[in-house]
């Protein structure tokens, strides 16, 4: 018995002791670091200050950016995902399923830096707004705008949700579906309370794993948004590689997290409300 | 057999559903080919046959899920090829019953009245909700979660999920093959009671002979598509029209041989060694024709003396099934065969060991004779 | 114009994509706007052939680790040090000073050798962060041959700790095709007041506190290092207003300029030739209210892991016939005699690497405390996160 307990505390030591360094300690520093004061030629002096989050205020219009554009994007992406991944999971010959949910990944070979140099292209005067031009449909500015940012966290983000609303769908016993209309559902309907409600988890996951990639994101609203569009995270970045005020940007980074912490908490009970007891749902 | 037709006006004497001349092809694969059948108000019909024998097809054509290739399906007299499933008065029992895990028992039986438009009033469904489940004989169990439920109460639900409806054909795709020898015979007798009380027409799926024979009013035996026989389980036990029908109904010996002669109510097979076995045959055996002898263990006696036209035999083995002890032979000429001997019989005759010679013996023509498949 | 039609092309598009793959798509910041500045072009490390040749003289190890600007280096002046020396070259490029800083002051870089720019090696200096140069293990460099005006920032408290690679200046560049009846700006003035009128949705000012806050300052007069309060709210003010007709805040503002989505933007020296040079109706101004003058340096950071091959890379960067290979291929100019009496003469009459001398002395060179500065920092985040 003692032989064996050491034997999984050894199977869970380098998980744990990577656990540890790579996660709890680094948010301890950060949240040590967010008391402290920048030092004359930036990074931390050692201070004990709430200065640093009285001052949040000063990056609201990052947060507001970030808790906008995350949630829109986040949608976007169920709105186009959902049906992708619903057609690739029920309605695709295998054979066909295969080569397309490869064409998903596809993109995902190439770094996102390229990929959304091809978009600044794309979006840029001379590429889809001249063709609009041309069809005489207006010459819109597109790129270094909001919706530029929103092309490129849809088009880097899709994947990610359509493999966990796939994976539930996929998993979905086709018979309940049979039973639904055998007990008088006409198809739509069936949709509504048997496949979309199934799916709810993958629907969950994937909004879980887009949403909170996004709120970290600054890649793409540095590229497509032209310095524009400004995320947390590129006050992150700002604040640790520009001013060098890492006081300030770890209090920016705890604020993120308990913003992120409160998102999967909201998360989980969702699931679990999903998972458990619903005694009053409606069905139609 | 004595069929359970209910009081007779002229509309309860037509069929509830019929297939008429019914196939279905899947490219050149064949999964029913011209069935022909009339199913009765109220009766307990079963489709029998090994997996891959069509039954299925058929449930599901009567179902809806799939349509035929040609022929029609009727139910209650309309042509119903191209209704689909969910405004087909018919409900299914599904083989792995096919509940709502986001569900409570009680969303998964209210589901089909939920489906009625005009919607039911929310406590007529709660009420009919609850007769279900005391029908079922689970009363209160209406706010469990499906997974909080035996496969044998699953059973049940997905019983109530379809009874619910007062559907005119009750649809039971193997429902019992998920569940342990002791529960399944628990649960024939319960399904036969409640489709008496019920009087609604079951239909059954099995590949089960014994459960087909225990609980049907009538079986549909089919084969590679194609339906081989319909009868009462008696009829198909005493009169199985073919050696298939013979072999998967009951337990038979049979003895191959060649026709020799061919007469009304007797006919004579020539097997093996030149023993001579008489017997009744179905129309279109002539003589000359290779054909079995059917006889079933029981209509066999062993004795340890010779009487009449005995055939001596070793006796093999010997199992004991309580009120029967069933031994398997040997004939020098005729092979190995099964010998059914009641207790009763054996209390005269005493016990045979293996090793052990004997005489087996039946009545004159008490044999079928049989067309080889 | 004509130029610009085609840019599309796929010829073009592949270039653009070899430039980023090369990791040089404008001299500073791309990677400083991408935020990743560990994007790394290792030329020697890819090249285990070249590693394993030429291991005669191999006492100074096998690799030296380079961080630099993108698109400044010859790679094949690379391979000729590893193929006379051993040493591998693994080059790291960054986007900004303040991320050179930023990294080192986080400690562990394993840098041997980088390149920081003038006004920021005081603060290495304070900062304990950048070693003295030992002059005898650097017989190519030779003060004398040196302007003065771009070597002596490398002496702190009569100690050298950096060597002097090139210098240049921050102006502006303007499409002309796009000017229609206007005259063409000449001033930092015309410059912000164009932004918010003619050229509006159209200019692009650098991802970079130093140029962007301090040519706004130039507006009104002031210095391009001012960190006065007053001063600094004027220019936050200018910047505030301009925002919105901002096309871009984005230090990499070449393809934006090439497609003609941005008609006029901050820019340093280096830029304004290359695009001048593929597209000659781009102009490259130098504001006359002045701006920056800038020289970067070769120094050793504290603690470098391979030192002897930094010193090694550094003389050989330095021997003249090298250098002048270097500025041929980047177009940036040299304070060293030396090469400038083996460039092609038309590079020397060139007027962007090479500006009148009215325009040049209108420039300052950017300040350490610009560098350290919390306000200025402060200022450029509020700018960018409005």
Known sequence: MQRQALRTWLFLAPAGAWFLCMLVLPLIVVFVYSFGERGAAGGYAPAFTFDNFLNLGSRWAAFKNTLILAPLGTLICLLIAYPLAYFLALKTSPRWRTVLLILVIVPFWTSILIRSYAWIYLLGGQGIPALLNALGLGNPRLINTPFAVLVGIVYGYLPLMVFPIYVALERLDKRLLEASSDLGSPPWRSFLQVTLPLSMPGVATGCMLVFILLMGEFLIPAMLGGGKVFFIGNALVDLFLQSRNWPFGSAVAVALVLVMLITVLAYMRFTRRWAGGRDDVSLM | ???????????????????????????????????????????????????????????????????????????????????????????????????????????????????????????????????????????????????????????????????????????????????????????????????RQLGITFILVTHDQEEALSMSDRICIMRSGRIVQVGSPRELYDRPASRYVADFVGKSNFFPGTVTAVSAGRTELAAAGGHVIAGLAPVGIAAGQRASASLRPEQIALTRKPAGHALPVTVVNRIFLGEHTEYLVRNGDLGEFLVLVSRQAEASEGGFEPGDQAFASWSEGAALILEDD | MTDRNDFISREKFMAELYRYKKGSVTRRHFLGVTGLGVATSVLGAAMPGLRSAARAQGSIGDRVVVASWPNYHDPANFEAFTAETGAAVDLNVFGSNEEMLAKLQAGGSGWDVFVPTNYTISTYVEEDLIEPLDLSKLPNYDPASFDARFAEAGTVNGVVYAVPRNWGTTGFVVNTSMLGDLPKPTTWKEFWDMTKAEFSGRTMVHDYQLTTIGNALKYFGYSFNSIDPKELADAERLLLEVKPHLFGINSDYQPSMRSGDAWMSIAWTGDGLQLHRDMPEIDYVLGKEGGELWSDFFAIPKGAPHRDAAYALINYLLTPEVNAKEVMFHGYPVADARVNAILPPEMLNDPIMYPAQELLDALEFGAAVTLTDPNRAELMARFKSA
């Open chain 2, 1 to 195: 057999m004595e069929s359970k037709l209910k009081p007779a006006s002229e509309e309860r004497d037509a069929p509830i559903a019929e297939l008429r001349d019914a196939s279905k092809h899947y490219g050149a694969v064949v999964a029913a080919e011209g069935l022909n059948l009339a199913i009765r108000r109220g009766e307990f019909l079963s489709f029998l046959g090994p997996s891959g024998c069509g039954k299925t097809t058929a449930l599901r054509m009567l179902a809806g899920f799939e349509s035929p290739t040609s022929g029609d399906i009727l139910l209650d007299g309309q042509r119903v090829n191209d209704v689909p499933p969910h405004q087909r008065p018919v409900n299914m029992v599904f083989q792995h019953y096919a509940l709502f895990p986001h569900l409570t028992v009680a969303q998964n039986i209210a589901y089909g009245l939920r489906q009625r438009r005009p919607r039911p009033p929310e406590d007529e469904i709660s009420r009919a909700v609850e007769r279900a489940l005391e029908t079922v004989r689970l009363p209160g169990f209406g706010p469990r979660r499906i997974w909080e439920m035996s496969g044998g109460q699953q059973q049940r639900v997905a019983l109530a999920r379809a009874i619910v409806n007062q559907p005119k054909l009750l649809l039971l795709d193997e429902p019992m093959a998920a569940l342990d020898k002791k529960l399944r015979r628990d649960m024939q007798i319960e399904l036969q009671t409640l489709q």
